[in-house]
């Protein structure tokens, strides 16, 4: 079984910046695609972004302003996020899904994080 731990997250005025981190644990299958997925009170949650090797691939929502990066030697993913807005506050969720390719809906992903929460004040 694939476990991903998350930590970071945190409180920041709008502008400022803040990084989410996940950690892989468990089994874990080569050829894995990373990504983040965030759910905001009273809303579904949505894809922010994914990353496969070195590629990476972002919601027009926070392109430009997220940066996701994995160290694959260390089974970590981290997404950090700038410029942030009242908008991004949301439990931050990291996720796994087996297969090459970058695809951004939920049920797309087999493992997931238990969430970080984002808050963005104005």
């Known amino acids: 079984q694939v476990q991903l731990v998350e930590s970071g997250g945190g409180l920041v005025q709008a502008g400022g910046s803040l990084k989410v981190s996940c950690a892989a644990s468990g089994d874990i299958i080569s050829g894995y695609v990373m990504g983040w997925f965030r759910q905001a009170p009273g809303k579904e949650r949505e894809f922010v972004g994914a990353?496969?090797?070195?590629?990476?691939y972002y919601a027009d929502s926070v392109k430009g302003r997220f940066t996701i990066s994995r160290d694959s030697a260390k089974n970590t993913v981290d997404l950090q996020m700038s410029s942030l807005k009242p908008e991004d506050t949301a439990v931050y969720y990291c996720a796994a899904r087996i297969g090459t390719a970058i695809l951004t809906t939920r049920s797309a992903y087999a493992y997931w994080g238990q969430g970080a929460q984002v808050t963005v004040s104005s």
């Open positions: 990353i496969r090797s070195g590629y990476t």
